[in-house]
């Protein structure tokens, strides 16, 4: 089956920690993209790659980093300095910047 | 900087009935305009796409149209049943040094049996 794998599902952080979220995709797709969802509020770009080893801060990139080491990942690291990293994170992927994208099910962090 | 209206934020209608979830967006210089599902819990799934150029676009019980010069796009679901029920949400793609879908805040859609 084609399409984006997040994990974990669930991931618990506590306070200080980095922690790392996975997303792997099989569509062959170039264009990768990280959202946070806060409730009550919309989804909010976190970083955007259009191409391997290159990759753009979005509009809430302060306590986060990427890398784009290989077409089908993109994994997010959540650092320390991220100061309220509770909150539900959707990767997605796009054949270029411009087509459809698609999402993957999504990984909810909570600091405990 | 885009910004996105969905407008209501809440409708509840019953089984059987047509309906109509409307978006609003500032910046006229989108790509394309995606509309996406949400249920509680889980990621996004897209239901269409429709590009600058097009004025319409439709998939089984679902019909969504864009009037890129107003800023406005709609969402036509026939026929609702209660498998409709979610949070739609409308995302149109900006370019200009900010290639990104914006999203508005959704509209939340129960399907009264």
């Known amino acids: 089956d084609g399409g984006i794998t997040q994990s974990p599902k669930y991931l618990f952080r506590k306070e200080g920690q980095n922690v790392t979220l996975s997303c792997e995709q099989n569509l062959n797709h170039d264009a990768m993209y990280w959202y946070r969802q806060d409730p009550g509020q919309g989804l909010r770009l976190i970083y955007y790659?259009?191409?391997?080893?290159?990759?753009q801060k979005g509009d809430i990139a302060e306590g986060y980093s990427v890398s784009r080491e290989k077409k089908e990942s993109f994994p997010l690291t959540v650092t320390s300095a991220q100061k309220n990293p509770t909150a539900f994170y959707l990767c997605a992927s796009s054949i270029d910047r411009d087509t459809e994208a698609f999402f993957g099910q999504g990984t909810r962090l909570t600091v405990v | 900087k885009q910004e996105v209206t969905q407008i209501p934020a809440a409708l509840s209608v019953p089984e059987g009935e047509n309906l109509v979830l409307n978006c609003s967006f500032t910046?006229?210089?989108?790509?394309?305009l995606q509309w996406f599902r949400q249920d509680p819990g889980k990621g996004l799934t897209s239901l269409l796409l429709?590009?600058?150029?097009?004025r319409e676009q439709t998939s089984g019980r679902l019909n969504a149209s864009l009037d890129k010069s107003s800023g406005r796009s709609t969402l036509y679901i026939a026929a609702s049943q209660p498998g409709d029920s979610a949070t739609y949400l409308c995302?149109?793609?900006?370019?200009?040094?900010?290639?990104?879908?914006?999203f508005g805040k959704g509209t939340k859609l129960s399907v009264i049996p």
């Open positions: 910046d006229s210089a989108i790509y394309n």
């Open positions: 790659s259009q191409i391997v080893n290159d990759f």
């Open positions: 995302a149109p793609y900006s370019g200009a040094g900010s290639y990104q879908l914006t």
């Open positions: 429709i590009q600058s150029s097009q």
